[in-house]
């Protein structure tokens, strides 16, 4: 599989999306060589140790949540009053994820690029 091969696979696949290299070494055994030669071409991008980005264009932070193939959960707070028995709603929200590798990667991808959560 030539490099050429291998970003179209990775781009059908992942595009727009965090991926590991453990996950993409499934589809080749040499990706780890070829998101090294991708990297350097700036074709991906590198976010964390062992985590890569194919760049993609969103209009906020919430529509690459709903792109991002990685497993999470979006948690609106709200506070329940006592004194007149009501909601506070609040605009406070929080990303809930099993893997703490995938979570040092998202905060570093926001840090990089932008995004606050």
Not at 4 to 22: A, C, M, P, Q, T
Not at 29 to 53: F, N, T
Not at 108 to 115: D, E, I, N, R, V
Request: aromatic share 20%; net charge positive; proline share 1%.
């Amino acid at each position: 599989m030539y490099l050429g091969e291998f970003k179209d696979r990775l781009v059908k696949d992942w595009s727009g999306s965090l991926f590991s290299l453990s996950s993409i070494q499934k589809v080749h055994y040499r990706a780890k060589e070829y998101l090294h030669r991708l990297v350097k071409s700036d074709g991906v991008k590198r976010i964390a140790w062992g985590w890569y980005w194919i760049p993609a264009s969103y209009k906020d932070a919430w529509e690459f949540l709903a792109r991002d193939k990685s497993f999470k959960v979006v948690i609106k707070q709200t506070a329940a009053s006592i004194w007149n028995y009501d909601f506070i709603h609040r605009d406070v929200f929080r990303l809930a994820v099993n893997d703490q590798s995938y979570k040092r990667a998202f905060g570093s991808f926001c840090k990089k690029y932008g995004l606050e959560f």
